[in-house]
């Protein structure tokens, strides 16, 4: 009865919802690409709820200090939490994690998910996978990711453990930061989402090596996957997800849910994740995104402990 008599109470919440600008945290510097993921919707957003979306970066510490802002803000719609693959790793990097993802957040929808990409600035003398072991073998060798204990960093560490060799990890603290020095010729590589790197090489500023889909990406032919490439078996996916602080309002998050659904369909918007960024929506159910998770957690919060790999 508890439930049935609050239903009319949840339902004034969504329809007066929202009550000013809403925020979505992302918890990565700005520049990357779950950066550029919230920034693509905020004008439609706006538009289509009526009140400005501020998009506020608070990075650190593999996105936990942005993440435990959101989780611990009012649940009342005005703040959402826009976050990328490391938030599943999150309970297995960081100790004492001050809040717990599954419980002090609530699923509202993954919006895509793009393979990683291994590539290097043109003037660098890799053509191809085999160079960089090679001469990983001879040693001092870096690579660029976007953080400690994102699934790229650790798709690196196996691929190195595969392939008996050691290369130097350069964490940052965003994509764009990493791209930045890739592009400069200030680390040998970098791994990143296709929807971070794709650009970056139809403009020519980097070279694809490596792709780490089930199958070759349409807009990047030519490059192998890891499994073309002599290490089967060998994937990893970034994804991008949207959550809620822990007890906002169901039909709150249903509205919200709508707006991004509606938003990230618009042609341009769509044909911009697809063919610019080799990028793929899904957006999800919240309960198919708590399940996604689930899975997340299991699989890469294994290989972080397998590696033993600690926050930036």
């Known amino acids: 009865m508890g439930v049935l008599a609050a239903l009319p109470a949840m339902r004034a919440s ?18 990357g690409s779950t950066d550029a993921v919230a920034r693509l919707a905020a004008p439609g957003l706006q538009q289509r709820l009526g009140v400005p979306i501020v998009v506020e970066n608070r990075s650190g510490a593999a996105g936990s200090i942005g993440t435990d802002a959101a989780a611990k803000a009012r649940p009342d719609g005005q703040t959402w939490l ?22 002090d957040l609530a699923p509202v929808t ?26 990983a073998k001879r040693g001092g060798v870096t690579f660029g990711s976007t953080g400690n204990g994102t699934i790229g ?39 990143g989402s296709s929807a971070l790197l794709a650009p970056h090489i139809a403009a020519g500023s980097l070279r694809p090596l490596l792709q780490l889909g089930e199958q070759r990406l349409a807009g990047l ?15 990893a996916v970034a994804w991008w997800g949207v959550f809620a602080p822990a007890g906002t309002p ?17 042609p341009r918007i769509a044909t911009q994740f697809a063919e610019v960024n080799q990028a793929e929506l899904v957006l999800s159910e919240p309960a198919a995104l708590a399940r996604f998770v689930s899975g997340q957690i299991d ?10 790999v600690r926050p930036d």
């Open 14 to 31: 969504a329809e007066s919802w929202p009550t000013g600008p809403i925020r979505i945290v992302v918890p990565f510097a700005p520049g």
């Open 82 to 103: 826009l976050t990328f693959d490391s938030h599943a790793v999150m309970p297995v990097l960081v100790p004492n994690l001050p809040f717990d993802i599954q419980r």
């Open 110 to 135: 993954q919006i895509g998910h793009a393979p990683y990409v291994v590539a290097c600035q043109p003037g660098k003398p890799y053509r191809n996978l085999a160079d960089v072991l090679a001469a």
């Open 153 to 191: 960093h650790l798709a690196m560490l196996m691929l190195s453990g595969r392939a008996g060799v050691t290369m130097t990890h350069l964490p940052y603290r965003g994509g764009g930061l990493a791209v930045n020095d890739a592009v400069a010729g200030h680390i040998d590589m970098m791994i």
């Open 221 to 235: 032919p030519e490059v192998p996957t890891a499994a073309e490439a002599g290490f089967p078996g060998l994937t």
């Open 250 to 266: 169901a039909p709150v998050i249903e509205r919200f849910r709508a707006a991004l659904v509606e938003t990230y369909r618009e």
């Open 299 to 308: 699989s890469w919060g294994k290989a972080a402990r397998d590696n033993n």
